[in-house]
Protein backbone atom coordinates (compact mmCIF):
# COMPACT_ATOMS: atom_id res chain seq x y z
CA UNK A 1 0.00 0.00 0.00
CA UNK A 2 1.10 3.66 -0.93
CA UNK A 3 2.90 5.30 1.91
CA UNK A 4 3.42 9.00 2.93
CA UNK A 5 6.82 9.22 4.40
CA UNK A 6 8.47 11.81 6.28
CA UNK A 7 12.03 13.10 7.63
CA UNK A 8 13.39 12.96 10.17
CA UNK A 9 11.25 11.16 12.69
CA UNK A 10 12.78 13.45 15.23
CA UNK A 11 14.15 17.26 15.31
CA UNK A 12 15.78 18.85 18.30
CA UNK A 13 16.61 22.43 17.43
CA UNK A 14 17.50 25.51 18.79
CA UNK A 15 14.67 29.01 19.72
CA UNK A 16 15.09 30.79 16.78
CA UNK A 17 16.81 28.49 14.67
CA UNK A 18 15.11 27.70 11.32
CA UNK A 19 14.29 23.58 10.77
CA UNK A 20 12.87 22.03 7.54
CA UNK A 21 10.61 18.80 7.96
CA UNK A 22 10.31 17.12 4.46
CA UNK A 23 7.95 14.76 3.39
CA UNK A 24 7.40 12.73 0.00
CA UNK A 25 3.80 12.45 0.09
CA UNK A 26 1.82 9.19 -2.50
CA UNK A 27 2.34 10.04 -6.03
CA UNK A 28 -0.53 10.40 -8.00
CA UNK A 29 -2.26 12.31 -4.96
CA UNK A 30 -2.66 15.83 -5.97
CA UNK A 31 -3.35 17.65 -2.41
CA UNK A 32 -0.78 18.20 -0.07
CA UNK A 33 -1.34 18.95 3.74
CA UNK A 34 0.61 19.96 6.77
CA UNK A 35 -0.52 19.00 10.10
CA UNK A 36 0.39 19.58 13.39
CA UNK A 37 -0.34 17.62 16.99
CA UNK A 38 0.57 19.34 20.32
CA UNK A 39 1.24 16.58 22.86
CA UNK A 40 -2.43 15.32 24.25
CA UNK A 41 -4.19 17.88 21.88
CA UNK A 42 -6.34 17.44 18.57
CA UNK A 43 -4.80 17.33 15.11
CA UNK A 44 -4.95 21.13 13.29
CA UNK A 45 -4.90 21.88 10.20
CA UNK A 46 -2.05 24.50 8.88
CA UNK A 47 -1.84 24.33 5.13
CA UNK A 48 -2.78 22.61 1.87
CA UNK A 49 -1.25 22.99 -1.16
CA UNK A 50 -2.31 22.34 -4.53
CA UNK A 51 -1.37 22.82 -7.93
CA UNK A 52 1.85 24.40 -7.21
CA UNK A 53 0.54 26.80 -4.55
CA UNK A 54 -1.07 27.32 -1.28
CA UNK A 55 -4.82 26.62 -1.27
CA UNK A 56 -5.78 27.46 2.08
CA UNK A 57 -3.66 28.13 5.41
CA UNK A 58 -4.85 28.58 9.30
CA UNK A 59 -4.24 31.11 11.51
CA UNK A 60 -1.03 28.87 12.89
CA UNK A 61 0.71 29.44 9.76
CA UNK A 62 1.81 32.62 9.78
CA UNK A 63 5.22 34.60 8.35
CA UNK A 64 7.33 31.95 9.82
CA UNK A 65 5.72 28.99 8.18
CA UNK A 66 6.48 28.54 4.55
CA UNK A 67 5.71 25.42 1.99
CA UNK A 68 7.73 24.75 -0.52
CA UNK A 69 7.76 21.46 -3.39
CA UNK A 70 10.85 22.05 -4.48
CA UNK A 71 10.70 19.13 -7.12
CA UNK A 72 8.35 16.62 -8.22
CA UNK A 73 8.10 14.44 -5.40
CA UNK A 74 9.07 16.38 -2.22
CA UNK A 75 7.03 18.40 -0.06
CA UNK A 76 8.34 20.42 2.63
CA UNK A 77 7.62 23.00 5.30
CA UNK A 78 9.98 25.20 6.64
CA UNK A 79 9.95 27.17 10.45
CA UNK A 80 12.09 29.82 10.10
CA UNK A 81 12.54 31.15 13.57
CA UNK A 82 11.28 28.41 15.72
CA UNK A 83 9.42 29.25 19.44
CA UNK A 84 9.25 26.86 22.04
CA UNK A 85 5.91 26.70 21.18
CA UNK A 86 6.11 25.35 18.11
CA UNK A 87 6.82 21.73 19.67
CA UNK A 88 4.76 19.20 18.19
CA UNK A 89 4.55 16.38 16.34
CA UNK A 90 3.94 17.50 12.71
CA UNK A 91 2.04 14.98 10.36
CA UNK A 92 2.00 15.46 6.05
CA UNK A 93 -0.68 14.19 4.24
CA UNK A 94 -1.53 13.55 0.88
CA UNK A 95 -5.06 12.99 -1.03
CA UNK A 96 -6.19 12.44 -4.24
CA UNK A 97 -9.39 14.87 -3.71
CA UNK A 98 -12.64 12.49 -3.73
CA UNK A 99 -10.50 9.51 -1.87
CA UNK A 100 -9.01 9.60 1.77
CA UNK A 101 -6.16 11.11 3.04
CA UNK A 102 -3.44 9.36 3.93
CA UNK A 103 -1.11 10.56 6.81
CA UNK A 104 2.66 10.51 7.02
CA UNK A 105 4.32 8.74 10.20
CA UNK A 106 5.05 12.67 11.33
CA UNK A 107 8.09 14.52 12.35
CA UNK A 108 8.40 15.30 16.44
CA UNK A 109 9.74 18.75 16.71
CA UNK A 110 11.44 19.67 19.62
CA UNK A 111 12.37 23.53 20.69
CA UNK A 112 14.62 23.92 23.21
CA UNK B 1 -14.96 27.88 9.02
CA UNK B 2 -15.89 25.00 10.19
CA UNK B 3 -16.44 23.38 14.43
CA UNK B 4 -15.97 19.51 15.10
CA UNK B 5 -17.23 19.04 18.51
CA UNK B 6 -16.76 15.67 20.29
CA UNK B 7 -17.61 13.64 22.75
CA UNK B 8 -16.69 12.03 25.37
CA UNK B 9 -13.36 13.28 26.00
CA UNK B 10 -12.53 9.53 27.58
CA UNK B 11 -14.23 6.36 27.71
CA UNK B 12 -13.76 3.27 29.50
CA UNK B 13 -15.92 -0.04 28.57
CA UNK B 14 -15.32 -3.52 29.55
CA UNK B 15 -14.34 -5.91 26.80
CA UNK B 16 -17.29 -7.19 24.70
CA UNK B 17 -19.44 -3.98 25.57
CA UNK B 18 -20.09 -1.44 22.82
CA UNK B 19 -18.50 1.86 22.60
CA UNK B 20 -20.14 5.03 20.88
CA UNK B 21 -18.72 8.27 20.06
CA UNK B 22 -20.28 11.04 19.05
CA UNK B 23 -19.66 14.11 16.76
CA UNK B 24 -21.07 17.21 15.82
CA UNK B 25 -20.25 19.62 13.09
CA UNK B 26 -21.47 23.27 12.01
CA UNK B 27 -20.76 23.75 8.43
CA UNK B 28 -23.84 22.15 6.47
CA UNK B 29 -21.02 21.89 3.05
CA UNK B 30 -19.46 18.99 4.80
CA UNK B 31 -19.70 15.92 3.22
CA UNK B 32 -16.77 13.88 3.97
CA UNK B 33 -16.83 12.68 7.35
CA UNK B 34 -13.52 10.26 8.54
CA UNK B 35 -12.60 8.46 12.08
CA UNK B 36 -9.20 8.06 12.56
CA UNK B 37 -7.27 5.76 15.32
CA UNK B 38 -4.30 7.08 17.03
CA UNK B 39 -1.81 5.38 19.27
CA UNK B 40 0.40 6.71 21.12
CA UNK B 41 3.14 8.68 19.47
CA UNK B 42 1.90 7.08 15.61
CA UNK B 43 0.12 8.71 13.14
CA UNK B 44 -3.35 8.73 12.86
CA UNK B 45 -4.91 5.73 11.34
CA UNK B 46 -7.91 5.94 9.05
CA UNK B 47 -10.34 3.29 10.57
CA UNK B 48 -14.16 4.51 8.80
CA UNK B 49 -15.29 6.94 7.07
CA UNK B 50 -18.76 7.93 5.40
CA UNK B 51 -19.89 10.52 2.85
CA UNK B 52 -23.05 12.81 2.95
CA UNK B 53 -25.32 10.30 0.49
CA UNK B 54 -25.03 7.58 2.94
CA UNK B 55 -26.80 7.23 6.44
CA UNK B 56 -24.73 4.54 7.61
CA UNK B 57 -21.76 2.42 7.05
CA UNK B 58 -20.08 -0.85 8.59
CA UNK B 59 -16.94 -2.42 8.24
CA UNK B 60 -17.02 -5.98 10.42
CA UNK B 61 -17.09 -4.49 14.34
CA UNK B 62 -16.67 -0.89 13.60
CA UNK B 63 -19.80 1.01 11.99
CA UNK B 64 -20.49 5.01 11.63
CA UNK B 65 -24.06 6.72 11.49
CA UNK B 66 -24.72 10.17 10.15
CA UNK B 67 -27.66 12.23 10.49
CA UNK B 68 -27.15 15.29 8.03
CA UNK B 69 -29.95 17.11 9.84
CA UNK B 70 -29.11 17.36 12.96
CA UNK B 71 -25.28 17.66 11.97
CA UNK B 72 -23.98 15.09 13.59
CA UNK B 73 -22.39 11.47 13.39
CA UNK B 74 -21.43 8.63 15.56
CA UNK B 75 -18.42 5.43 16.00
CA UNK B 76 -20.33 2.45 16.97
CA UNK B 77 -17.45 -0.15 18.03
CA UNK B 78 -18.73 -3.69 18.76
CA UNK B 79 -17.34 -6.26 20.77
CA UNK B 80 -14.63 -4.20 22.02
CA UNK B 81 -11.39 -6.11 23.06
CA UNK B 82 -8.15 -4.91 24.37
CA UNK B 83 -6.54 -3.93 20.86
CA UNK B 84 -9.34 -0.87 20.74
CA UNK B 85 -7.67 1.47 23.19
CA UNK B 86 -6.65 4.36 22.09
CA UNK B 87 -7.23 8.26 20.99
CA UNK B 88 -9.99 7.99 18.17
CA UNK B 89 -10.76 11.21 16.24
CA UNK B 90 -13.57 11.98 14.09
CA UNK B 91 -13.67 15.10 11.15
CA UNK B 92 -15.19 16.63 8.72
CA UNK B 93 -14.36 18.23 5.26
CA UNK B 94 -15.95 19.60 2.55
CA UNK B 95 -13.99 17.04 0.33
CA UNK B 96 -12.51 17.64 -3.17
CA UNK B 97 -9.10 18.22 -1.36
CA UNK B 98 -9.80 20.51 0.97
CA UNK B 99 -8.63 20.39 4.67
CA UNK B 100 -10.00 17.87 7.45
CA UNK B 101 -11.21 19.49 10.49
CA UNK B 102 -10.86 17.13 13.72
CA UNK B 103 -12.53 16.87 16.91
CA UNK B 104 -10.86 16.75 19.97
CA UNK B 105 -10.34 12.86 20.59
CA UNK B 106 -11.59 10.77 22.75
CA UNK B 107 -9.75 8.21 24.58
CA UNK B 108 -10.88 5.03 24.54
CA UNK B 109 -9.77 2.47 27.16
CA UNK B 110 -11.33 -1.30 26.80
CA UNK B 111 -10.71 -2.89 30.26
CA UNK B 112 -10.31 -6.61 30.97
Known amino acids: EPEVTQTPSHQVTQMGQEVILRCVPI?????FYWYRQILGQKVEFLVS????????KSEIFDDQFSVERPDGSNFTLKIRSTKLEDSAMYFC??????????FGSGTRLTVV | GENVEQHPSTLSVQEGDSAVIKCTYS??????FPWYKQELGKRPQLIID?????GEKKDQRIAVTLNKTAKHFSLHITETQPEDSAVYFC???????????FGTGTQLKVEL
Open chain 1, 27 to 31: SNHLY
Open chain 2, 91 to 101: AASIGGGNKLT
Open chain 1, 93 to 102: ASSGGARGYT
Open chain 2, 27 to 32: DSASNY
Open chain 1, 49 to 56: FYNNEISE
Open chain 2, 50 to 54: IRSNV
